[in-house]
């Protein structure tokens, strides 16, 4: 391979782990998991806490326990095996009693909180997510009890695009928006979604297995071609929120990101009506101080 498409494959796959965007917009020097902004996110990182406590527990007490016997009973100082405590079987039983304990004990909050995150009762919105080689379709099929007419298909952004081709010359590093790094991370049209609303996903796909991921939103979820895998989403802060498919898919795998723009919810419904959408009936749009909240398809 020629030393000039070397360097810019390289620089590409530099500027794509170097992005504050590429771990779920991680903070410098952050050695702990995201909290996330939604309910399943932070079940998530409650349930990783938990664990990660009760493991250091273990490891206190087995690691003490390791360090004081090594140092108390050396053969230098004249100890010698203890038969009566090595063959207890009184020991045995306890020593096997009480981890079996921990696992039932750690299993219940998990299995707690996994039926939770599959629970799609009371959603207020219904989108359909599509896997394609090598891009996402969008269907969002109702709001509020409002049958809705929204479908299209995100892409990966142009400059990404232009980028990614073998000799364009172009470097990665200089794909920003907003002063961040987001090539191979950004998309012509973004998924857009109302906050403080339980959003219901119909995930599946059209050619080969995908996975539909946004780490901020605390879950994954796999695109499969003719089943439909369900998954829900109740995004509470605003922003916009970066995934990318998770499955190996094919040549283009790592150049189908996901982009999730949260808006309030007045704002939605706005860039609803925008687009060709329904509003439930008797709602009105919301406005601000300088009028409804505008958000246009290009815009977003």
């Given at each position: 391979?020629?030393?000039?498409?070397?360097?810019?494959?390289?620089?590409?796959?530099?500027?794509?782990?170097?992005?504050?965007?590429?771990?779920?917009?991680?903070?410098?020097?952050?050695?702990?998991?995201?909290?996330?902004?939604?309910?399943?996110?932070?079940?998530?990182?409650?349930?990783?806490?938990?664990?990660?406590?009760?493991?250091?527990?273990?490891?206190?007490?087995v690691?003490?326990?390791?360090?004081?016997?090594?140092?108390?009973?050396?053969?230098?100082?004249?100890?010698?095996?203890?038969?009566?405590?090595?063959?207890?079987?009184?020991?045995?039983?306890?020593?096997?009693?009480?981890?079996?304990?921990?696992?039932v004990a750690?299993?219940?909050?998990?299995?707690?909180?996994?039926?939770?995150?599959?629970?799609?009762?009371?959603?207020?919105?219904?989108?359909?997510?599509?896997?394609?080689?090598?891009?996402?379709?969008?269907?969002?099929?109702?709001y509020?009890?409002?049958?809705?007419?929204?479908?299209?298909?995100?892409?990966?952004?142009?400059?990404?695009?232009?980028?990614?081709?073998?000799?364009?010359?172009?470097?990665?590093?200089?794909?920003?928006?907003?002063?961040?790094?987001?090539?191979?991370?950004?998309?012509?049209?973004?998924?857009?979604?109302?906050?403080?609303?339980?959003?219901?996903f119909?995930?599946?796909?059209?050619?080969?297995?995908?996975?539909?991921?946004?780490?901020?939103?605390?879950?994954?979820?796999?695109?499969?071609?003719?089943?439909?895998?369900?998954?829900?989403?109740?995004?509470?802060?605003?922003?916009?929120?970066?995934?990318?498919?998770?499955e190996?898919?094919?040549?283009?795998?790592?150049?189908?990101?996901?982009?999730?723009?949260?808006?309030?919810?007045?704002?939605?419904?706005?860039?609803?009506?925008?687009?060709?959408?329904?509003?439930?009936?008797?709602?009105?749009?919301?406005?601000?101080?300088?009028?409804?909240?505008?958000?246009?398809?290009?815009?977003?």
């Amino acid at each position: 391979m020629h030393p000039t498409r070397i360097r810019s494959r390289l620089a590409a796959a530099i500027a794509a782990l170097a992005s504050p965007v590429a771990l779920a917009n991680p903070e410098r020097w952050q050695l702990n998991l995201s909290p996330g902004v939604t309910a399943s996110s932070q079940a998530a990182y409650e349930m990783h806490m938990i664990m990660l406590w009760i493991c250091v527990a273990i490891g206190v007490v087995v690691f003490g326990a390791m360090t004081y016997a090594m140092i108390r009973f050396r053969k230098s100082k004249g100890a010698v095996p203890d038969t009566s405590f090595t063959h207890s079987t009184r020991i045995e039983v306890i020593w096997t009693t009480i981890p079996v304990l921990i696992l039932v004990a750690m299993a219940w909050p998990a299995t707690t909180r996994l039926l939770a995150l599959a629970d799609t009762r009371d959603y207020e919105m219904t989108v359909k997510i599509t896997g394609y080689q090598w891009r996402w379709r969008y269907e969002i099929v109702d709001y509020r009890g409002q049958a809705q007419d929204i479908n299209f298909v995100s892409s990966l952004d142009l400059d990404s695009n232009r980028t990614r081709m073998l000799g364009s010359g172009l470097d990665p590093r200089a794909v920003q928006r907003d002063g961040v790094n987001t090539y191979l991370l950004d998309v012509d049209r973004p998924l857009v979604l109302p906050t403080d609303t339980k959003v219901r996903f119909l995930i599946t796909a059209n050619d080969v297995i995908h996975a539909w991921w946004v780490p901020a939103l605390g879950w994954k979820q796999d695109a499969i071609p003719g089943f439909i895998n369900t998954a829900w989403t109740d995004i509470r802060k605003p922003g916009i929120y970066r995934g990318q498919c998770a499955e190996l898919c094919g040549k283009d795998h790592g150049f189908m990101p996901i982009v999730v723009r949260a808006v309030p919810r007045a704002e939605f419904e706005q860039w609803l009506a925008d687009n060709g959408g329904t509003l439930p009936p008797g709602d009105l749009l919301a406005t601000t101080a300088d009028g409804p909240a505008a958000a246009s398809a290009g815009s977003l």
